[in-house]
């Protein structure tokens, strides 16, 4: 195992009825700014159980925070911020209203420390911020993880980029597995397929006898294939959202991570694919997994046996192994009902130099656990995917 230093401070409130904890977490003198979406809040009852948390409170609210979260919108909540004097944020959504909310933490001081410096250069030039205000979340669906951990991914253009920061881990979040009873199937299934794929880009390297990160990777993959393949024909089942909503989470707030190769090329891919064709973030990761398991088979090798044998109780030749290993990672996305090639959201080859040339501007030329996924393996992989 590779050495490793922990840190998660994020206080986490799981269960039905816990967003009332907002109110042992938030200073009581606290002017605080609720971030929300589109209005599924509005529409769920989150927003009323949010705003009567709160009111004994001073807060306002900003709303509007789109899926893969625009800069721009982000930026007209510091106008927000200076003119309320606000020093608390509270996001009450997905992973894009929580991203957002963590760019604008960061910016917020970002602009007051930097004379008004342009906050997208933390995420161009990964620029190390000094600090951020401090923000809790209640999270709606249950997907990127990002409620209890420290990353961001916001686009400008299409540019969809990156950062992180020690000062940006939420204080807390709250996880009430009813709020996401109102979930499309679409959403459910694309946070099992995030949580999958970001519990796959921390466990499919090589092996470095991590048995603890590897054994809970393995429980968590288990339960999301378990759980995954019953939640769409039990809508209601508030036990199931329950496992899958922790899964997520357990799968991308650093536990099984530490010690350990990481991967992401799939994401890097993916988020170009997001960038350039609007594709949701989970249905990139469908698209691109596949092929990068087929690509860097020999390279993954002994950990696609160990994924083979202990996720899908799999046996045979390792060879054998590896295939089936593969072929029941895509059945199962399928049955998730997301697509699994490039042709099943019609794109086609005539595509491929365009998320090349993204790929090269945004210096993703080195991916993977070995950084040796340069532009013509990246390549590879989308011909594999088409
Ligand atoms: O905007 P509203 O009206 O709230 O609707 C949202 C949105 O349209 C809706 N929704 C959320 N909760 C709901 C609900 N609808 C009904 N009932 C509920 N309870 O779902 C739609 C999608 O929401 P979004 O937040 O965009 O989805 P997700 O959580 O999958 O977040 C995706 C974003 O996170 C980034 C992705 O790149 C993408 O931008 N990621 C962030 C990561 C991180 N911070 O660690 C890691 C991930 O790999 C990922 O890159
Ligand atoms: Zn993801």
Redesign the pocket.
């Given at each position: 195992m590779n050495n490793f230093t922990f840190y998660n401070p994020t206080r986490i409130h799981f269960g039905v009825g816990q967003i009332e904890k907002i109110k042992s977490e938030i200073p009581a003198n606290a002017r605080v700014l609720v971030i929300y979406g589109g209005g599924s809040i509005k529409s769920n009852g989150v927003y009323e159980q949010v705003s009567s948390t709160l009111a004994e409170y001073k807060w306002f609210e900003f709303s509007g925070i789109e899926p893969n979260p625009l800069y721009d919108t982000a930026m007209k909540a510091l106008d927000v911020i200076k003119h309320h004097n606000i020093d608390y944020l509270l996001a009450v959504g997905g992973g894009s209203v929580i991203d957002a909310t963590k760019f604008i933490a960061a910016a917020a001081l970002f602009v007051e420390e930097n004379h008004n410096n342009d906050p997208w250069d933390i995420l161009t030039q990964q620029l190390k911020i000094k600090a951020a205000l401090p923000f809790g979340t209640v999270l709606t669906l249950p997907?990127?993880g990002s409620e209890s951990n420290s990353g961001s991914v916001m686009t400008r253009d299409d540019n969809k980029l990156f950062f992180g920061s020690v000062h940006t881990y939420p204080q807390f979040s709250i996880l009430d597995p009813q709020t996401t009873l109102s979930l499309s199937n679409r959403q459910i299934s694309n946070g099992v397929i995030?949580a999958f794929?970001?519990t796959v880009e921390q466990y499919l390297t090589y092996p470095v006898n991590a048995k603890i990160q590897d054994r809970f990777a393995e429980g968590i993959l288990q339960t999301l294939i378990e759980e995954g393949s019953c939640v769409l024909n039990d809508q209601n089942n508030l036990e199931i959202r329950a496992n899958i909503m922790w899964s997520a989470t357990m799968a991308l707030n650093g536990l099984i991570g530490v010690g350990v190769p990481q991967d992401w090329a799939t994401?890097m891919i993916?988020h170009e694919l997001t960038a350039l064709h609007g594709i949701d973030?989970?249905r990139t990761?469908s698209i691109v997994f596949p092929a990068v398991m087929k690509i860097k088979r020999k390279q993954k090798r002994e950990k696609l046996i160990q994924y083979g044998q202990r996720v899908w109780n799999l046996c045979g030749t390792d060879d054998e192994i590896i295939n089936q290993a593969i072929d029941k990672t895509v059945e199962f996305f399928q049955t998730m009902q997301v697509p699994t090639s490039l042709s099943d959201v019609n794109l086609g080859a005539s595509d491929i130099d365009a998320i090349l040339a993204k790929l090269k501007q945004h210096q993703m030329i080195a991916l993977g656990e070995h950084r040796d996924i340069d532009l013509v393996v990246s390549r590879e992989i989308l011909e594999k995917a088409l």
């Open positions: 997907a990127t995030d794929v970001h994401h993916g973030h989970a990761l």
